[in-house]
């Protein structure tokens, strides 16, 4: 069975809305997920690492203030995508790693702001 | 940021080939994974291997890994159709982060 579970799977939305992407780790509790976004025939570039109870690491060039990410429990990681704009439609997905194991990722979210 | 690159970038082969994908990367690792992903959706676990370990068979999969060389390969024997993907290697530090190759996007003509 899944192991994360991701929500919504697809959303439209209007330009300069804020729309909320949530992560769910369902086999263990995770202090850590990790946020990946994919552009069109690209490859996945990491975003952010998402600590429990504590703030977000962003990569460099990641808005932090645009890409919010809340971690309030071991099981929850949400991605909210602020005054969204067209060029935010992308592909994003959360995955959780267990140890030195093979990373387990949500189904993925494909955001298109119109 | 990525951690390397995958060649070749695209592969198109016939039905019954075998298929090799290379990757390299560029920091010291945990472990490396490699990954498939079918046209606009999630993607699919293949093999991992670790830092300590040279080769894994899974299938129709041989995965290889120099560590010297900073380098992986896939090998997918016998392929078929349904292999058709893009397929992508990812490398885990001691952080937990997976930084993804670029990918190689492999189509297999029936």
């Known amino acids: 069975g899944a192991v994360v579970s991701q929500h919504p799977s697809r959303v439209i939305c ?9 992560c769910r780790s369902l086999d263990f509790q995770a202090t850590t997920m990790f946020w990946y976004r994919q552009f069109p025939k690209q490859s996945l570039m990491l975003m952010a690492t998402s600590n429990e109870g504590s ?3 962003y990569e460099q060039g990641v808005e932090k203030d645009k890409f919010l990410i809340n971690h309030a429990s071991l099981t929850l990681s949400t991605l909210t995508v ?7 439609s992308s ?4 995955s959780v790693q267990r140890g030195n194991t093979e990373a387990f990722f949500g189904q993925g979210t494909r955001l298109t702001v119109v | 940021s990525q951690q390397g690159e995958e060649d ?9 080939e075998n298929a090799t994908m290379n990757c390299s990367y560029k920091t010291s690792i945990n472990n490396l994974q490699w990954y498939r992903q079918n046209s606009g959706r999630g993607l699919v676990h293949l093999i991992l291997i670790r830092s300590n370990e040279r080769e894994k068979h899974s299938g129709r999969l041989r995965v290889t890994l120099d560590t010297s060389k900073k380098s992986s390969s ?4 016998a392929s078929r159709a349904a292999d058709t993907a893009s397929y992508f290697c990812a490398t885990a530090s001691n952080n937990n982060d997976m930084r993804f190759g670029a990918g190689t996007r492999l189509t297999v003509k029936p």
Do not use: M, R
Request: charged residues 20%; aromatic residues 6%.
């Open chain 1, 14 to 22: 209007k330009s300069g809305t804020s729309v909320k992407i949530e």
């Open chain 1, 55 to 57: 703030k977000a690491t």
């Open chain 1, 82 to 88: 602020t005054s969204a704009h067209p060029e935010d």
């Open chain 1, 91 to 94: 592909f994003y997905i959360c």
């Open chain 2, 8 to 16: 070749p970038q695209a592969l198109s082969i016939q039905e019954g």
């Open chain 2, 74 to 77: 896939l090998l997918i024997t």
